[in-house]
C-alpha cells in the first residue's frame, strides 16, 4: 500500500489492490494518541475518500480509536462530521467496509455504522457511544466494555455488526473475500468469476434438494439448499447470528454473482419479524445500490405475532421490506419452496412488487393462510370440516392458482433450480427500468 505520507498522527492512508482490484484503506493507529481524531487525522481519511469515490474504488477502514482528541476541541468535531458526510455522500457509489479491531467510543463508531458493512474482532473489538464508567455515573448500571459493546453484542443483539471473526488476520482475510462479490463502484458491473463447463460439471448434484423439505409444518433448514444451488457450494452470508429467521448473503452461480435472502423455516418457522424485516431490507437496498441481482428463497408462514412485535412496530419495519424490493431494479428471480402465507407472501419479491422471474415448487402453497385455520373461518360451524379443508387446499395453497393467473411463471421440479438461476441472470442481465423523477422516496424509518 502506498502512505499518503509519513507522518501518521493516528493513521495511515493510501491505496493497493485486492485481487488486482485498486482499493483505498485507513488503519487508525491506537499507539499514537490512542487512535483518536484529529483536524489533519480526519482530513487524511477525508482525502483518500475523495479518490476512491472520483476513481470509483471501494474504501476498507481499519478501526481502533478512542473518539475525538479532547485537545483539539472543535476542530476534531468538525473532522468526524467531515468524515460523516463522505460516507453518505459515497454511499450507494462506491462499497465501504469497516473492520473493528480495538474499542472504537463516542463519534468514532458512526462512521462505520454508516458504511455497507461492518466486521469486528472477538475479545478485542468495542463500539460504544459512552462507556462503562459514563454508564455507571449516568444510571447507575454495572457493565464491562465487551458486555456494554462487544462483537457478541453487536452481531447478536443490536445487529450493528455483520460479522465477528476470532483475530486481525481472519477479519482482513474476510474483509478481502467479501470484495469479491462487489463491483469497484455503481457504474461498474458485478465482478464475474470464470465458470467452465468442466467447473459444471464437477459442481455437487442437486438432485438431493427433492428430499430437503418434509411434509407438513416439519422445519428445516434452508442452509442446505443454499449449498445444493451455489457455485461449490459456497456462500458468504452476512449477519448470521443476528434475526437467523431470515438469511442473506452472496454467491455465485455459474460464475455469476447473485445475493440470497432466504427465509429460515428452523428458526421461528421462517416468519417475518421487525428484525428480520430491517436486516432484509439493508441487505436488498445495498444489492439494489450496486445493481447485484437477488436470488429470493422463499418459505413464509406470515408475520411474527405479538404485542412485542406490534407494541415495536412491526407494520413500519415491515414495510421497509417491502419497500425496499418495491423500489428494487436489480434483476430478481424468486423461488417459492413451500409457504407463501399472507403478506409476508407480497413482501418477499412477489411479481406485484416488481420480481421478475418467480417459480413455485411442487411443494409451494400460495394462500392468505394456511388452509387448516382458513377453512375454520371460513366454514365455522360446518359438519364437513375435513372435506371443505381438503376442497380448499386443491383449490387454493396449489401453486397452479397462481400460475394460471400469471402470478408464478412456472412451477418447476427442485433439481432445475440452479439451470433457472444461471439462465435466468443472464437473460436478465441487460435489464433497464425507467423510474420516476424525484429526489428520493420516503422509506418507512
Excluded at 436486516?279 to 450496486?290: E, P, S, T
Excluded at 439451470?419 to 424525484?438: E, G, Y
Aim: net charge negative; hydrophobic share 35%; glycine share 10%.
Amino acid at each position: 500500500m502506498d502512505k499518503s505520507h509519513i507522518y501518521t498522527d493516528g493513521v495511515i492512508t493510501g491505496h493497493g489492490t485486492v485481487n488486482g482490484r485498486p482499493v483505498y484503506a485507513f488503519s487508525q493507529d491506537f499507539t499514537v494518541y490512542g487512535g483518536s481524531l484529529s483536524e489533519t487525522f480526519a482530513g487524511k481519511i477525508c482525502k483518500i475518500m475523495d479518490q476512491a469515490k472520483a476513481v470509483g474504488a471501494p474504501v476498507i477502514g481499519l478501526n481502533d480509536s478512542g473518539g475525538a482528541r479532547i485537545q483539539e476541541g472543535v476542530g476534531s468535531l468538525v473532522g468526524y462530521a467531515d468524515i460523516f458526510k463522505r460516507n453518505v455522500d459515497s454511499s450507494g457509489v462506491i462499497p465501504q467496509l469497516s473492520v473493528i479491531m480495538g474499542p472504537c467510543a463516542g463519534g468514532a463508531v458512526y462512521s462505520p455504522a454508516l458504511t455497507d458493512f461492518t466486521f469486528m474482532v472477538e475479545d478485542t473489538a468495542q463500539m460504544f457511544l459512552t462507556g462503562p464508567e459514563v454508564v455507571k455515573t449516568v444510571t447507575q448500571e454495572i457493565v464491562t466494555k465487551e458486555e456494554l459493546g462487544g462483537a457478541k453484542v453487536h452481531t447478536t443483539k443490536s445487529g450493528v455488526a455483520h460479522n465477528k471473526f476470532e483475530n486481525d488476520l481472519v477479519a482482513i482475510a474476510n474483509a478481502r473475500k467479501i470484495l469479491e462479490y462487489f463491483p469497484q463502484s455503481n457504474r461498474d458491473e458485478p465482478f464475474q468469476k470464470e465458470w467452465t463447463a468442466e467447473d459444471e460439471a464437477n459442481q455437487p448434484s442437486t438432485k438431493l434438494l427433492a428430499n430437503i423439505i418434509p411434509e407438513g409444518d416439519m422445519p428445516y433448514d434452508m442452509k442446505m439448499v443454499i449449498e445444493n444451488i451455489t457455485d461449490r457450494g459456497e456462500f458468504f452470508e452476512t449477519m448470521p447470528d443476528f434475526a437467523k429467521n431470515i438469511i442473506t448473503g452472496f454467491a455465485h452461480f455459474g460464475g455469476q454473482v447473485a445475493g440470497i435472502v432466504a427465509n429460515q423455516p428452523s428458526v421461528l418457522a421462517g416468519c417475518l419479524d421487525i428484525n428480520s424485516s430491517q436486516k432484509g431490507a439493508r441487505f436488498v437496498r445495498f444489492c439494489d445500490a450496486f445493481n447485484i441481482p437477488i436470488v429470493t428463497l422463499e418459505d413464509v408462514p406470515g408475520f411474527l405475532p405479538g404485542t412485542d412485535q406490534e407494541y415495536g412496530g412491526i407494520i413500519k419495519h415491515g414495510a421497509q421490506l417491502l419497500y425496499a424490493y418495491s423500489e428494487c431494479t436489480t434483476p430478481r428471480v424468486t423461488f417459492i419452496l413451500r409457504k407463501g402465507y399472507g403478506g409476508a407472501y407480497d413482501v418477499m419479491s412477489s411479481k406485484q412488487i416488481g420480481g421478475d422471474i418467480n417459480y413455485a415448487w411442487p411443494t409451494a402453497e400460495i394462500a392468505v393462510m394456511g388452509a387448516k385455520g382458513a377453512c375454520e373461518i371460513i366454514f365455522r360451524g360446518s359438519d364437513n370440516l375435513e372435506e371443505e379443508t381438503a376442497k380448499y387446499e386443491d383449490r387454493f395453497s396449489n401453486p397452479l392458482s397462481a400460475a394460471e393467473r400469471g402470478y408464478i411463471d412456472d412451477i418447476i421440479n427442485p433439481e432445475d433450480t440452479r439451470k433457472r438461476i444461471i439462465s435466468d441472470l443472464r437473460l436478465l442481465s441487460t435489464k433497464q427500468v425507467d423510474l420516476p423523477d424525484r429526489k428520493h422516496g420516503n422509506i418507512p424509518i
